[in-house]
């Protein structure tokens, strides 16, 4: 029986467990309705692109063959033409959208969750994502109201290989800058970050000195089964890997559908995806056309080292609430040059207003370069100006109450002693101390997990963070901290 859970509709994309009922379902049912909605809601047809198919990838996970013949079914079935690009990361599937002029795209893909997770991201044309402001709801109301819909005359199946071209678009980002010599640790988390990625380093003096989960394996043996480079045990293993090779290697790790990069100094000291965000905004700005913006676009969780720094470059930092629809939405909005999030999905107005995964990589590359620093001699002035802590995961029962009473908590405080400044909805709750920079927070619930995420900053040193962070956990009393 076809069974469809409007829990698995996310603000940002499509996500649930596979074939496990009262947790929000995915099966081949549910993506073959999927795919007649979303080319119902977007007829391709009428899209303004040169051709009207419909890109379909998947990514490594076990589930996700199956799954993706589903949606290849419920398409042709549609009467939509598919061009099939196969096992690709996640950026791979904006590039084939936009380079190639299709009318739009679906990956299958749960990103970074366990492997039990199954999950589809979609695009329009050009690359434009769909969020829950720009469609997503539609089709998931659509495959609720709607199943089996079959077309007088199927569509028809053209496969494709991207992966050449692909990687030329990321070569691009070098330009004339020339590499000096590295060593270099990376993980590829069972994705396909391992494989293409040698293809982009091919003829660069990039010496990979040692490889972690490089093939692709979608069951994903890597701790605890998350393939996250911000999970703890996941980070741990890749902190000791760097270090074995005696100060001399730089660390790099993406998440399962690669589309998210995070780096470790060469002394294994992992770098916040908030500092990384500053130092590649620099390397942007300094080359940047004189004549294009320079809008830095940056998420709520954590905001001063970014906003600081962008201006000091020259640039203009927005704020915009999380997710890579809601950023891919803002990137085109405004133009913007480059964006990041504390999540490590970084965004380039030369890659059409998307994320992208091996971009950092390379683009790190050629600011060490062109600075001679080491990654530890670059963030130790960010690390001592502003303080943060890891992102707090919380298991509470009610997200949004629980925001409430914080919320509540901290209204009182300023009726009483005038102790807070600010309060922004952007996304979740953040909060500002009264004193010049004292700290500030964020807590806002997970689009992804059902979590909610704490973030703390502070000028006043990492005192300051470890007692606001307290006394946060003691109002908030969580069922569980996950690390």
């Not at 290849?72 to 996640?90: F, M, N, P, R, Y």
């Not at 480079?229 to 290697?249: F, S, T």
Request: charge should be negative; include cysteine.
């Amino acid at each position: 029986m076809y069974v469809f859970d409007p829990r698995i509709v996310r603000p940002y994309d499509i996500r649930g467990i596979y074939h496990e009922p009262n947790v929000g379902v995915i099966d081949e049912k549910v993506v073959y309705a999927l795919a007649q909605a979303y080319v119902r809601v977007f007829p391709p047809e009428q899209s303004p692109a040169a051709q009207k198919a419909v890109v379909l990838g998947r990514d490594v996970r076990d589930t996700s063959a199956a799954l993706h013949q589903a949606a290849l079914d419920g398409l042709t079935e549609a009467g939509v033409d598919v061009v099939d690009i196969g096992v690709i990361s996640t950026d791979m599937l904006y590039f084939t959208v936009a380079a190639y002029d299709y009318a739009g795209g679906i990956i299958l893909s749960a990103s970074h969750n366990p492997k039990e997770f199954a999950g589809l991201k979609l695009v329009r044309e050009k690359a434009i994502p769909i969020s829950e402001d720009s469609g997503l709801r539609d089709i998931g109301l659509e495959a609720w109201r709607r199943g089996r819909v079959l077309a007088s005359q199927k569509g028809k199946v053209e496969s494709r290989d991207i992966v050449d071209d692909y990687v030329r678009k990321v070569r691009s980002f070098l330009g004339g800058i020339e590499i000096r010599p590295f060593k270099v640790v990376l993980n590829a988390n069972c994705g396909l970050a391992g494989k293409v990625g040698e293809q982009v380093l091919e003829g660069l003096p990039v010496t990979i000195v040692e490889r972690l989960y490089w093939e692709p394996d979608g069951s994903f043996p890597v701790p605890d089964g998350r393939p996250d480079p911000l999970w703890r045990p996941n980070r741990r293993q890749m902190e000791e890997a760097v270090k074995r090779h005696g100060g001399e290697a730089l660390g790099v790790a993406w998440d399962a559908d690669a589309d998210r990069c995070f780096f470790f100094t060469e002394k294994g000291e992992f770098v916040p995806p908030y500092f990384m965000t500053v130092l590649l905004s620099r390397y942007l700005l300094r080359h940047a056309p004189a004549d294009s913006t320079r809008i830095v676009i940056h998420d709520p969780r954590l905001v001063w080292a970014v906003q600081d720094k962008v201006r000091e470059a020259g640039g203009t930092p927005l704020v915009n609430k999380c997710g890579h629809a809601f950023f891919k939405e803002a990137m085109r909005k405004h133009d913007a040059l480059f964006a990041g999030e504390a999540s490590a999905h970084y965004y380039f107005r030369d890659f059409y207003y998307c994320d992208n995964g091996l971009v950092p990589f390379l683009l790190m590359l050629a600011l060490l370069s062109e600075e001679d620093k080491t990654l530890t001699e670059m963030v130790a002035p960010l690390r001592a100006q502003y303080a943060v802590a890891d992102e707090i995961n919380l298991v509470v029962e009610n997200h949004w109450g629980k925001i409430e009473e914080v919320q509540d908590y901290f209204l009182r405080q300023r009726q009483h002693d005038a102790r807070l400044d600010e309060f922004d909805g952007v996304d979740g709750l953040s909060v500002t101390s009264v004193e010049e920079r004292a700290w500030r927070f964020n807590l806002r619930p997970s689009n992804t997990e059902s979590l909610l995420r704490l973030n703390v900053e502070s000028t006043s040193g990492p005192k300051m963070v470890q007692r606001v962070v307290g006394e946060l956990l003691e109002l908030i009393q969580p069922q569980e901290i996950v690390q």
